[in-house]
């Protein structure tokens, strides 16, 4: 079978639907290509204790404006996230309970903590938006991993192990495996420490009704026929005439392609001719973050009447995070992240012993009702074949040496997706924008 248009877009998640949406409203046509049986990319829905519930990403932030404006024109509402009471965060076997926005922790980790926090403040500040490679320590700071910077600046073990658990809980890596530069240029993308880990008025601020996922399968329902499932590409040819893509639905003919796709799918894709090499260098280099989502549903927030906010950080445990997610009706759900290394080991369990690990840890926290749910499920984004995982990150050397090539056309073909974002990346905020950019950058291109 084949298809013509203007503009072929690889991938039906949030970026590529978004770039789509963009160019048709220009009057160009387009196709949108998608490898699995559904849209939505790193946004997906599962159904649990009768609840739709989101297994991919989910939060709002409160100055996610593209996503919040998307949302509205759509008519979707947000709902609060829940962070009322005791939060709990254990840290090498020890567990404390606190209200508020300080952790209980001995007196000198607390001050390494508020120290740390200013460091990070005002090396982000020198890392330029646009091209983080480029600022004035960039190659020193790329050059070592955050697990050596923290090694070289914090003394306390209580101070470390939390500044291990914000890689990991924002992006599903391990501190050993990122260069400080990239951690510079997310936080930075986040708009700092506080804002990351902020629930009201910060990027944990809310959720939507009816589930993230509705957005992207929203979209897609406006695109209709444009949007083609069950087609992974496999191979992109191009010219100076336009590209050609080999699908497993037949090969699709246009003159400039968008690829939205996460940088590990990409690198199994054949270009002819083959990409540059610093392109094709850096999707080789760019490890995804390692997360099994779960959703554990009970008749009652139960931990409510406890007390409990129902928030949950941790660095030894199989669970990394543990939030609420509970609405004004139907069951109440516990969300539970199981990140980077925990992730790698969990992957391998069977899903039953996966659920009897994910219960005994809510249990630890929550008590023996913890252990009696009415509904489970858990994603395991690793497994996931057109995803590998959560999002892109850069070990130590990539960035100086292959992050030019992030967003810069190759030939006729553009690229977008959250990694390629200036603000946000790692969000779906970040996708969004990533997407109107790459559209706005063919668009500029039409008449070639």
Not at 383 to 399: C, D, I, N, Q
Not at 420 to 447: D, F, P
Request: glycine share 10%.
């Amino acid at each position: 079978m084949q298809h013509k248009a203007e503009v072929a877009i690889v991938g039906a998640g949030i970026a590529g639907l978004k770039a789509a949406a963009s160019l048709v409203d220009l009057g160009c046509s387009v196709v949108v290509l998608e490898a699995n049986d559904r849209v939505g990319g790193r946004l997906k829905a599962s159904e649990v204790a009768g609840r739709v519930v989101d297994v991919g990403g989910q939060w709002v932030g409160a100055r996610h404006t593209v996503l919040l404006e998307e949302a509205r024109r759509l008519g979707i509402d947000t709902y609060p996230q829940f962070a009322k009471g005791r939060t709990q965060l254990q840290l090498q076997g020890r567990l404390t309970r606190f209200t508020g926005d300080v952790p209980r922790m001995p007196l000198l980790a607390l001050l390494e903590v508020a120290r740390l926090q200013r460091l990070w403040a005002r090396d982000m500040a020198t890392v330029p938006a646009a091209a983080p490679w480029t600022a004035r320590n960039a190659r020193e700071w790329d050059a070592m991993s955050l697990e050596s910077w923290i090694l070289d600046h914090l003394h306390t073990a209580g101070a470390r192990a939390f500044a291990r658990i914000v890689p990991r809980g924002a992006w599903a890596a391990e501190a050993a495996q990122v260069s400080y530069l990239w951690f510079l240029d997310a936080l930075r993308q986040c708009e700092g420490f506080g804002y990351l880990m902020a629930v009201e008025g910060g990027m944990l601020d809310a959720k939507f009704m009816g589930g993230m996922h509705q957005i992207a399968r929203r979209l897609a329902e406006e695109l209709g026929d444009r949007v083609m499932l069950s087609a992974p590409v496999r191979r992109i040819r191009q010219d100076n005439a336009g590209v050609v893509l080999a699908t497993d639905q037949g090969e699709v003919e246009a003159r400039f392609a968008i690829i939205a796709a996460p940088p590990g799918p990409i690198a199994s894709i054949q270009f002819e001719p083959h990409l540059p090499a610093l392109r094709d260098g850096l999707q080789q280099r760019m490890p995804m973050g390692l997360i099994i989502k779960a959703a554990v549903a009970y008749p009652t927030p139960f931990w409510r009447v406890a007390g409990f906010s129902g928030q949950v950080a941790t660095d030894d445990d199989v669970l990394g995070i543990v939030m609420d997610d509970t609405q004004d009706t139907g069951p109440a759900i516990l969300l539970c992240f199981i990140e980077g290394e925990e992730a790698l080991a969990m992957s391998a369990a069977v899903p039953a012993e996966r659920r009897r690990r994910v219960l005994a840890s809510l249990v630890r926290f929550f008590g023996p009702e913890a252990a009696e749910p009415i509904g489970y499920d858990d994603n395991d984004w690793t497994r996931e074949p057109w995803t590998h995982g959560y999002v892109g990150a850069m070990p130590p050397g990539v960035m100086t040496r292959f992050g030019a090539a992030l967003r810069e056309p190759c030939g006729r073909i553009h690229w977008a997706g959250t990694e390629t974002a200036t603000e946000w990346a790692g969000c779906i905020e970040g996708a969004m924008r990533s997407g109107l950019r790459a559209a706005e950058e063919v668009a500029r291109r039409r008449n070639q």
